[in-house]
């Protein structure tokens, strides 16, 4: 997005990438249906930014929720609004996107050179590491756009952190955002619905409910609604070693109407089949009842005693800190070099908030730099 941004004011911009493709990330985001952005107010988008919404402000009124959908538009994936607010490219897909978007970038000039690693400085020179060998590259400029650490299979490990660290900027250690938790689960319960979503469930943790869908997994439990708390819950493991979460099953019912509902119920039925008739709860949801022992199908209870790791989580918190950027987040340690994505410090729950910080961040950057030549 920066160089596409540079590129068009007339600026020579070239992407070095370290993989043999670009974009793996965003092609995988596509796998689950490539979740843009999302149409919400921006006040409560920006919200969802947490401490770090006011620093992100600027950036996503430069280049907004709006903005990012007419660029997908003018790509020709049209989007459209989910029933959840979430926009999506018509196509649920990233390649067509991407594709049309690389068309754009070569025919403004913009040069991508795969397989090159970049090793830090040697002297002025950006230093990449080929295949054949060590290149010095000259630049008059320099965006970063390397990534978190999650998924580093994808390509963004986090190996630059000591980099820049040697070079004295501040960064926040990595930590895993939007992951998994997992439980104790015994191994029949595993072994049976590990790979179920528990669909239209409500999630409660330190007084707040998230409304969504969960899945079952062999270690514990992930998925939107899950990650939507995952900040608060890694906190909570963190302090005390474990999080209580709450789960209601039937969020869209009372407590009187489920009570209602099961004491119609024929009293010969066993719990399971009362369950299943009564109040229409999906063989795992059933499951999670008995594993549980919970006696409210309102208020099961799961405690959660650790979040998963960097390797599967969708996105990282950590990163270099916001006082080591100026507002178009040029490195204060090592000016004409800047840095943007989640290379910063910010985390945000899933719903389409991490693709548009990403994309704003590159564009608040690239003008910056035009601004500044
Ligand atoms: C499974 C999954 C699903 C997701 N779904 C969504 C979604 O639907 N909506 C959403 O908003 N977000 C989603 N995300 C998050 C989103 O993809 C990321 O937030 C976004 O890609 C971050 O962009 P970035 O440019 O900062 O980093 P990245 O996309 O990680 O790109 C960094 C690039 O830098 C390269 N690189 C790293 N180090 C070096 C080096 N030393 N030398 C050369 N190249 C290097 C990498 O190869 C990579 O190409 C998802 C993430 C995952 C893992």
Redesign the pocket.
Known sequence: MAAEVLAEAGARVAV????PS?????L??G???????HSEPMDRFAGRYGKRSAVLKPALDAFTPRDLRAWADSLGAETFVGTSGRVFPKAMKASPLLRAWLNRLEGLGVVIHLR????GWDDEALL?DTHDGPLRVAADRTIL????A??PR????G??MPLLESKGVEIAPFRPANAGFTTQWTQHFAEKFAGEPLKNIALSFGGKTVRGEAMLTRAGLEGGAVYALSGPLRDAIASYGHADLMIDLRPDMNAGQVASKLGRASAKDSLSNRLRKALNLSPAAIGLVHETKASDIKAVPLRLSAMQGLDR???SAGGIRFEAVTPGFELKALPGVHA????LDWEAP???????A?FAT?VTAARDVLADT
């Open positions: 070095y990438d370290r993989m670009v974009a793996r990330k965003f995988m985001a796998r689950g249906g490539l979740n843009l952005t090159h690693d970049w090793r990449f756009a390397l990534g978190g999650s998924w994808l390509g963004s490990d190996g630059w989580a969708i996105s943007i994505g989640e290379m899933t719903g389409g908030y991490l693709l548009q990403s590159a």
